[in-house]
């Protein structure tokens, strides 16, 4: 309804028809003052009849709001006993003014502390995720609280006991710094940082740099004691020890080496024993968030070689640290073996070059996935996170594997490594058109090949998809295909990969020489079960279940595909290629073994030793299945 003072108003300016559709559309004196002059115009023609209705609709709109607010004030005023006492008011009581109530004054602020923690990688504090044990936490903190005591509480958060998952609270310095990562004044408290910079929440930040120093074990007190229950089963290792400063150990570390480490502070077993298998153990999957690389550096007193080195690997980052240290360029010149941690932090017993083996094979796994790209036949592509330096290290790493394990990776594309190795390509079209071949996807590589033998039997759009895989710019017919195929190729595996090749070509020349090896090798390092069968030795005499393992494990070999034939050759020699001139198996007693029924490989001597006790062989299969699918081997001392 429409107010009677604008309906008397609209009347006496002769507008009454205005009434019934002002009321139909639901204009009153609270939507008129909120409409536009020109859609007022629609209604009231006259200028002055607008003027009058808008003043109006004003007053009345403002009386009421002004009624509402003085609504609000009386009520204000009963509650606080400031206006003027009504009858619901006891006869006698004094008012109470405002300045009466004194405020709650709290002695504490709710403070965010995050931690911050040193990356040698990227040069700058790193915040530790809530998964690694760190996090934003939200703690009610005293006003009058400073620096050292932001620190402590910190400290107790993210090193509750005194531990954390990047190490012990000795083994760091610890600083405190403000949410612009600023670090605070020692005497300044929280509540005048508050003051100050007048925000909501103050967040802090715990900051944690390593101490430069690593442990080595003594190795009197060094006294391992691994329990396996077998495939499938958990893991428990046991270590009492103690640590020592690297300066009180240097005398009597039979590494005669310069230890460096490549990621987390470790402590390297300096027992003296070069045998050296590997054991299947299932680990418990954990978060592990290392350091970056940390060099050990020998005092110049010391009688340590100094082209020895040994190289501490962890196996969740093996592609990484690696890379790391072989972008030493005279790295070549020094005699390296290696050391492999685990996925729990701990450094694994074995030694010698079954653990190299192993680990240059976990560098060319993590590589192939990581940075290439192919089917059968793979060539490197180009990442922003890979420079000149990191390429070189890879080639460094092909000679490296080469020239101490015989190890190549067979996989990649010989027109890209003839160019990385001759800078040109020697084979001749038909050539780098096979390898292009294998280098295409398969359903890729099923229709070109038809094709090519006879084109008119291929659906053209199948040929058309295949092709613009690779940016064809032309329609293929039965007459350029060849070309087109030809043209594809060389882009894909000389020219895309080329940067790549300039960076390997100083460093792999020295391969020249053994470059029609190199050919003869691509052909007899991929694994089959033929010649897998040909490298087993067996004991001249054996007991009847020993042969029904033996065939067991003949039969199991056949049955491999190319992905579990590599695996069972790195399990069993370190390597996932044919670098292995013999394969020795014998049999152990699982009475009087330490572990339960499970196979033992010793990598450096090539040696398998087997249970006899497989009741048939589904049995033997499973279990042997279950240990390559695991992928969780630790390197230990037999």
Request: aromatic letters at 10%; glycine letters at 6%; charged letters at 30%.
């Amino acid at each position: 309804m429409l107010n009677i003072q604008l309906v008397e108003l609209l009347e006496e300016r002769q507008l009454h028809h205005l009434v019934d559709i002002f009321e139909d559309r639901k204009i009153d004196e609270k939507v008129i003052p909120l409409m536009q002059d020109e859609e007022l115009a629609e209604f009231i023609p006259s200028y002055g009849d607008r003027v009058l209705v808008r003043d109006l609709c004003k007053r009345l709109h403002g009386h009421t709001r002004m009624s509402r607010k003085s609504t609000l004030l009386t009520t204000l005023q009963k509650k606080f006993k400031l206006g003027e006492d009504d009858s619901a008011t006891d006869a006698g009581a004094a008012p109470q003014s405002l300045k009466s109530r004194q405020p709650n004054v709290k002695m504490e602020r709710k403070i965010e502390i995050g931690w911050l923690n040193y990356s040698k990688e990227e040069g700058r504090f790193v915040q530790v995720r809530t998964r690694n044990g760190g996090g934003s936490r939200k703690v009610s903190f005293a006003k009058d609280g400073c620096k050292t005591d932001i620190m402590e509480r910190g400290k107790s958060l993210f090193f509750p006991d005194d531990i954390s998952p990047k190490g012990h609270v000795d083994d760091f310095h610890f600083d405190v710094m403000d949410f612009k990562e600023n670090g605070l004044n020692d005497d300044e408290t929280v509540g005048e940082m508050y003051d100050r910079t007048m925000l909501p929440t103050m967040r802090f930040y715990l900051t944690t740099k390593r101490k430069s120093f690593a442990r080595i074990r003594d190795p009197q007190t060094h006294t391992p004691d691994m329990h396996a229950r077998g495939p499938g089963t958990s893991r428990d290792l046991d270590r009492q020890e103690t640590a020592h400063e690297a300066e009180h150990s240097l005398d009597s570390d039979p590494l005669d080496a310069t230890a460096i480490v490549i990621g987390a502070e470790v402590e390297l077993d300096t027992a003296d024993d070069s045998d050296n298998s590997i054991q299947f153990a299932p680990f418990a999957e954990e978060d592990s968030d290392y350091e970056a690389t940390l060099v050990y550096a020998v005092p110049a007193d010391s009688p340590v070689s100094e082209t020895k080195v040994t190289m501490v690997i962890k196996r969740n980052q093996v592609m990484d640290d690696m890379l790391e240290f072989f972008a030493d360029d005279t790295i070549l010149q020094k005699d390296v073996s290696f050391r492999m941690m685990g996925f729990d932090g701990a450094v694994e017993e074995g030694v010698g070059d079954g653990v190299g083996r192993d680990c240059i094979t976990a560098f060319w796994s993590n590589f192939k996935d990581a940075c290439t790209t192919g089917a059968s036949y793979r060539v490197p592509f180009l990442r922003h996170d890979f420079g000149k330096t990191k390429w070189e290290a890879v080639g460094r790493v092909i000679v490296f594997g080469w020239k101490k394990f015989g190890y190549f990776p067979v996989w990649l594309a010989p027109p890209f490594m003839q160019v990385a190795i001759c800078d040109e390509v020697l084979s001749d079209i038909a050539g780098v058109r096979e390898v292009f071949l294998d280098y295409v996807a398969e359903v890729d590589r099923d229709v070109l090949c038809k094709a090519l033998a006879d084109f008119d039997s291929v659906d053209y759009d199948d040929i058309v998809d295949a092709l613009s895989t690779y940016n064809c710019r032309k329609n293929p017919s039965k007459g350029n295909l060849t070309s087109l195929v030809d043209e594809i190729a060389h882009k894909e595996l000389v020219q895309e990969p080329m940067f790549v090749a300039k960076c390997f070509l100083p460093i792999l020349m020295e391969l020249r020489e053994d470059l029609p090896k190199l050919k003869q090798v691509q052909l007899t390092l991929k694994p089959t079960a033929k010649m897998v069968l040909r490298l087993l030795q067996f004991p001249d005499t054996m007991t009847s279940a020993e042969t029904s393992t033996a065939e067991h494990l003949r039969k199991y070999i056949k049955g491999l595909d190319q992905h579990h034939m590599a695996l069972f050759l790195r399990f069993c020699t370190g390597s996932d290629l044919l670098t292995a001139p013999y394969l020795t198996v014998s049999f152990i007693d699982t009475e009087q073994s330490e572990f339960a029924r499970c196979p033992v490989a010793h990598t450096c001597t090539y040696v398998l030793e087997l249970p006899s006790t497989y009741d048939n062989f589904p049995q033997f299969r499973s279990e042997f299945n279950n240990i390559l699918s695991s992928g969780m081997w630790v390197m230990n001392i037999a």
